[in-house]
């Protein structure tokens, strides 16, 4: 019964993967590491590379910042109407196209875009902000994206946490804040390490967000993969590209699979929320 | 944004003494402050969808279906539309036939290497997109199906085939062994355990699973951009190749649009089991 579903992953899959990272050596028939001599010796793709990273480290910093609270409200609400409404919430961006999530930043972030529009009308500004087509674009994008993983991450996590600790911290004489610092803080530090493993994986293998909020001039790995497959035609080196971008994420989700444990596999609550 | 203020206005937390009301109040306006920024946007693109403006501007001057005409009377988005049901149609329906059989074995067989079987039928969920979408491309290219429907839904079918996967496994861990036991002790045979006992409790599950992959296809763009080309495009990759160059109104009603179908299913989807119990949180 496996069978079936097993052969298609193989021939459309497993096939396709293997044959990118042959590809990466082979150039002609003749194995080579040509493409990876370039990719690991020229300045220009340690400088796109050394981007790509920081970018999806500060995203994935913000992203962890924003979605925590959000995890930590859902899970303190009593109602379950309520809880449906702020998951319906949380999950719309899931279900929507990536280049439609970067259209309506386009629509927020432009010169005559929604804030610069406001923002002139409230006389804050008088001559429009330069939003779009920057790095600040590609990491709004980008945390935006990913919010709702890290929501979704964190939220089990703090199902599960035993809140009579923090009764019991109180009990004890702890302020709010102790508590939280002491107690509460450190009992969601499973749930936000995972979210910001699988967050910075995520954004470092986007490129639909950077390539348009980044208007096309700000490159990342993503991105220059893309590139090399439908621009420029040089899939051996595209392939290495990605192959590099399929290992660096390998080891970052390796680690994610190790922080959430068995919910990799095939059951409740198993691995990626969307 | 009203169902958002009545969140905001009726939600207590159960535990009020943890944090302190000072903690409960900043949580309460973060909270809502992102939930908000996280559905604002796609509203602005709803709004800008009926304006009357030749060019994308917000506010818009005045509102109008004029758009949305005009999207209709365009080949190229209407066929790019119309691919895009086939490949999500055609997508969730092989993910379905092909994933529920499976995930039946995987929950509730224990053999040699279960554990490895059950990660690779999510991995395409680990790997990213645009190394699918590269690898594809090259596979594709070397069996000379490049930019074929065929090669199109093979590809969703494989992306979309997890959700299917999970979505069904999680309702059928819910099914109890021995009841499909009890079933069997009974007198029933295989086949009529299946369907009389295990269809009609995961059916539900089925269904999601089904409908999840439907608008995981829908929407997808990271693959679908490297397996299609003119006259194969789906909507996603024809608003991206257009977004590249502008943004332009008839844009704007494809994303518009693009937005309700996914909705819709999500509103069923939501119908059928739950979205949170679909979400498995």
């Known amino acids: 019964l496996v069978l079936p579903a097993s052969a298609v992953l193989l021939v459309f899959f497993v096939v396709p993967v293997a044959l990118l990272v042959i590809d990466g050596v082979f150039i002609h028939g003749v194995f080579t590491l040509a493409a990876y001599r370039?990719?690991?010796?020229?300045?220009?793709?340690?400088?796109?590379l050394w981007r790509s990273i920081w970018l999806s480290v500060i995203s994935t910093a913000i992203c962890i910042v924003l979605g925590y609270p959000v995890a930590f409200y859902v899970t303190r609400l009593s109602g379950q109407r309520h809880k449906r409404y702020v998951y319906m919430a949380v999950l719309a961006p899931l279900f929507t196209s990536a280049v439609i999530r970067a259209i309506a930043w386009m629509m927020i972030l432009g010169n005559r875009g929604v804030l610069n529009t406001a923002l002139t009308m409230l006389g804050v500004i008088e001559t429009p902000m330069r939003l779009l087509y920057s790095n600040v674009a590609i990491i709004t994008g980008l945390v935006y994206t990913m919010i709702p993983f890290a929501v979704l991450t964190i939220a089990p996590v703090l199902e599960i946490l035993d809140t009579r600790l923090e009764e019991a911290a109180r009990d004890l004489g702890a302020s709010p804040l102790q508590t939280y610092v002491r107690v509460t803080l450190p009992l969601s530090v499973p749930g936000i390490s995972a979210a910001a493993i699988l967050v910075f994986a995520l954004c470092l293998s986007s490129y639909v967000i950077p390539s348009l909020l980044g208007g096309g001039r700000i490159k990342v790995l993503a991105s220059l993969i893309f590139e090399q497959f439908l621009r420029a035609f040089n899939w051996p080196?595209?392939?290495?590209?990605?192959?590099?971008?399929?290992?660096?994420?390998?080891?970052?989700?390796?680690?994610?699979?190790?922080?959430?444990?068995?919910?990799?596999?095939?059951?409740?609550g198993g691995g990626r929320a969307a | 944004m009203s169902a958002q203020a009545n969140v905001i206005r009726h939600a207590l937390p159960t535990n009020p003494s943890g944090i302190g009301l000072l903690g409960q109040r900043i949580l309460r306006i973060v909270a809502a402050a992102v939930l908000a920024v996280l559905v604002v946007p796609m509203l602005v693109v709803v709004v800008v969808s009926f304006s009357s403006a030749d060019f994308v501007i917000f506010p818009p001057p005045g509102f109008g279906l004029k758009w949305y005409g005009a999207f209709f009377h365009t080949p190229e988005f209407v066929s790019a539309f119309l691919t895009s049901v086939e490949v999500a149609l055609a997508a969730s329906i092989a993910a379905t036939v092909l994933g529920v059989p499976a995930s039946y074995v995987l929950v509730r067989r224990r053999f040699v290497g279960r554990g490895l079987l059950g990660a690779i039928f999510l991995s395409p969920l680990m790997v990213p997109q645009i190394v699918v979408g590269v690898g594809l491309l090259q596979f594709y290219a070397w069996l000379g199906i490049s930019n074929t429907p065929v090669g199109l839904i093979a590809a969703h079918t494989v992306v979309v085939l997890p959700y299917v996967v999970r979505t069904v496994g999680a309702s059928l861990l819910s099914l109890s062994p021995q009841i499909e036991e009890a079933a069997a002790d009974l007198g029933a045979d295989t086949i009529g355990t299946l369907t009389l006992v295990v269809v009609p409790v995961i059916k539900g599950g089925v269904l999601s699973g089904a409908l999840f992959a439907m608008i995981m296809s829908w929407i997808n763009v990271e693959v679908s951009i490297f397996l299609s080309a003119t006259g194969t495009y789906t909507l996603p990759v024809l608003v991206y190749n257009y977004t590249e160059y502008s943004l332009t109104p008839l844009v704007i009603v494809a994303a518009a649009l693009s937005m309700v179908v996914s909705a819709l299913l999500v509103l069923i989807i939501d119908r059928c089991i739950g979205l949170s119990s679909a979400m498995r949180l």
């Open chain 1, 237 to 268: 080196l595209g392939s290495a590209l990605a192959c590099m971008l399929l290992v660096v994420t390998g080891v970052v989700i390796l680690g994610y699979g190790r922080l959430v444990g068995g919910r990799l596999t095939v059951g409740p």
């Open chain 1, 38 to 48: 370039t990719v690991l010796t020229d300045p220009y793709y340690a400088e796109v």
